[in-house]
């Protein structure tokens, strides 16, 4: 082409047309270069079968500041022992007043002997009376009865056991080695019975206690007695614990400890033990949630199980996030509205489950089970304080089944109510914040109500 010759019309069209193509080009190239980085990410994420994925870490923590530091804080010594030099060790010279250059501690624990107290008690002739004469003495607060262990060692070895979670026979070897204290096993467990025996003015308080709470968490797990399989029943507030061994699993249970005094709300699974239960009743959330969530793993490509599961967690995090009403109104419109809530997010949880009721779908079960406990869902909103998990329950229990996996159970139906008082007691002050150890002495001292 002459461009001499072009016209210059032609020529600007030209122009345009090329800066088109231009354009177009660059547009392929950013596609391109798009595949090309979508594709690298995807091989990065999408490693061949035979390389091990990455360990997503958490991140990590910030430490709590503290107002003195990062230093560890010293304690409070219970000895000290000074190092200073009388005279100087280059001239023996003469020195000054001393000044403190630097402290260092060491924590230890004191082993020693078992400590046998014998008390000698003298009796005398009275010439004015014409008798003998001796002191009586009271060692109620040093030990139980006539026996000859002390509450201190009553108390250390009912924490080992229940606490520590440590089966007699390592009790037993525990006292031989540090203490050299020879207990045979027989002993050991007939100390941990009279704890127990002392125990049950305080256990039946703690029964009496949740029944007036309002509030109580429930829940059982497996246990064994004498080789034979039975349950583990475990009831709580924030601040008592209690524990019964029973060989049964049914309702009648439930009725014993709730009794006709409870009129709170009881916080379950769903469990069909504890439909025997008439007064208001909150239903485990994070039990529903946490079947909603295998069922979505088991279905992943289910859309209207999907579709359906949103819902619900929308739903309950739209309940939880309900603040109350206002906290000007009269207590009467509080529970009024209170109450209009829980009715809507009832019929909202009804609206979302009852098309998927008896259908041949993935959720139809679990649909089904929300609209037989509807009335049970979302009384945490009727109520303030209430939880709509039994999470509480979970955590309490966990301590019974780690130490039901170390022994393996109970011997003998004594034994399982010696376990079943101890746990209540230990549990009940592990809740309150108190130390198992001061609590167990004033116990078997006589002096000690839960």
């Not at 004191?110 to 008390?119: I, K, Q, R, S, Y």
Request: hydrophobic fraction near 35%; proline fraction near 5%.
């Amino acid at each position: 082409m002459d461009l001499l010759s072009t016209p210059k019309s032609e020529l600007i069209r030209i122009i345009y047309e090329q800066q088109d193509r231009i354009a177009s080009l660059e547009v392929q190239i950013i596609e391109l270069r798009s595949r090309l980085t979508d594709q690298s990410s995807k091989d990065k994420t999408n490693p061949p079968s035979w390389v091990k994925p990455n360990v997503k870490t958490k991140p990590r923590k910030e430490r709590k500041k503290r107002e003195h530091g990062y230093t560890r804080k010293l304690d409070i010594p219970t000895k000290r022992v000074f190092h200073s030099f009388d005279k100087c060790p280059n001239c023996n010279g003469h020195l000054g007043k001393p000044v403190v250059a630097y402290t260092r501690q060491i924590i230890d624990i004191p082993v020693t002997p078992v400590e046998v107290t014998e008390h000698v008690i003298y009796k005398r002739w009275c010439f004015t009376c014409k008798k003998q004469v001796k002191p009586r003495i009271i060692l109620s607060h040093q030990v139980l009865g006539k026996q000859r262990i002390g509450v201190r060692l009553m108390s250390i070895i009912a924490i080992l056991k229940e606490v520590c979670r440590q089966p007699i026979a390592v009790i037993q070897k525990y006292l031989e080695m540090i203490h050299g204290l020879s207990l045979s096993e027989g002993e050991l467990v007939r100390l941990l019975h009279k704890t127990a025996d002392k125990g049950k003015p305080s256990y039946s308080r703690i029964l009496k206690n949740i029944r007036a709470s309002p509030c109580l968490h429930a829940d059982e797990t497996g246990g064994r007695e004498n080789g034979r399989n039975g349950y583990w029943w475990s009831f709580n507030t924030n601040r008592a614990h209690f524990m019964l061994y029973r060989k049964t699993r049914g309702k009648t249970v439930v009725e014993e400890v709730l009794g006709d005094d409870f009129e709170g709300v009881l916080s379950t699974d769903f469990y069909a033990a504890y439909n025997t239960y008439c007064g208001f009743h909150q239903r485990c959330w994070v039990h529903y949630l946490r079947d909603i969530h295998q069922l979505k793993e088991q279905y992943p490509d289910d859309k209207n199980l999907l579709l359906w599961a949103n819902k619900i967690e929308l739903l309950y995090r739209q309940a939880k996030a309900y603040p109350g009403p206002n906290p000007s109104l009269p207590e009467g419109l509080k529970q009024e509205e209170r109450i209009i809530k829980q009715r809507e997010f009832e019929g909202r949880l009804r609206t979302v489950c009852l098309p998927w009721v008896k259908t041949d779908t993935p959720m139809s079960t679990l649909a089904a089970r929300a609209i037989s406990f509807l009335s049970e869902m979302f009384v945490f909103v009727r109520f303030e304080g209430i939880p709509s998990d039994n999470n509480t329950a979970e955590r309490v229990l966990r301590h019974t089944v780690v130490s039901r996996k170390i022994s393996g159970g109970t011997r003998s139906i004594k034994g399982s109510a010696t376990k079943a008082i101890l746990s209540s007691l230990f549990g009940t002050w592990r809740l309150q914040g108190k130390n198992p150890f001061t609590q167990c002495q004033l116990l078997l001292a006589g002096v000690s109500g839960v």
